[in-house]
Every structure is written in C-alpha cells, then in structure tokens.
C-alpha cells in the first residue's frame, strides 16, 4: 500500500526543509536562534502533516493536514522574508527557496482537489 514517502510533495517538502535546516546552519543566520527554531519547524511541518494526514486514511482528515501544510508553508514564506530583510539569508537563496515553496503549495493544491469528496 502507497504510503507518504510515494507522494511527490511529500518528497520535495522533506527536502525542502532539510535543506532550510541546511542553510540556516552557519552564520549570520545562527545569529537569530529564535528565526533558525521557527523557520526550521514550520518547513518541517509541511512534510509531517502530510505524513500524518496520508496515515489516518480517511480523505476528509487527509485534506485538514493538506490545509496545515499549507499553512506551514505559508508561515515558512513568512519566515522566509524576515530572513531577507535582516540580511540572514541571501536574496538569491530566499527566491530559490520561494520557487521550491511555491511549486510544493502548487501541488498541495492539486493533491487536496484530487481526493474524493468522502
């Protein structure tokens, strides 16, 4: 049986906040612990209510975790733009990270109106 690792946006949302865990690492972003901890979570929790919504196996439960996750990375584009605007992360690194954001919201939106209604 499929399970959330088979999922495309699954994939990519994991390595889309391995990778904001990746880049937050070093300095100046290690300057601004409270950013690093909330950037890094809500990354995180895209790909964790995926998970959780495909577990519960039922699709109006896995559609509330496709809303979460959209919220998650929503807050993760928030989070996204105070890093630019303290000078944290590069205007380069944050625009490729919005591009990956934004195909994952994409395709969290097109996953959500795939499911079946009941």
């Known amino acids: 049986m ?4 088979d999922l495309k946006v699954w994939q990519r949302s994991h390595d889309l906040a391995a990778r904001i865990h990746d880049v937050t690492r070093g300095n100046p972003a290690a300057t601004a612990p409270d950013l690093v901890s909330q950037i ?3 990354a995180q929790s895209i790909p964790a ?3 959780e ?3 519960l196996r039922t ?8 809303d979460i996750a959209l919220g998650s990375a929503a807050e ?5 733009s105070v890093c630019l605007d303290r000078d944290l992360l590069s205007a380069k690194l944050v625009l490729d990270l919005r ?9 969290l939106v097109a996953l959500k109106g795939s499911l079946p209604q009941r």
């Not at 499929?2 to 690792?5: E, F, I, K, M, Q």
């Not at 993760?76 to 996204?80: I, K, P, W, Y």
Request: proline share 6%; hydrophobic share 25%.
């Open 99 to 107: 591009d990956e954001l934004s195909t994952i919201q994409r395709m």
């Open 2 to 5: 499929p399970t959330h690792r």
């Open 49 to 51: 209510n995926i998970a």
């Open 76 to 80: 993760t584009d928030a989070h996204l």
């Open 59 to 66: 699709n109006p439960q896995f559609r509330r975790h496709l």
């Open 53 to 55: 919504g495909r577990g």
């Open 40 to 42: 890094r979570r809500s």
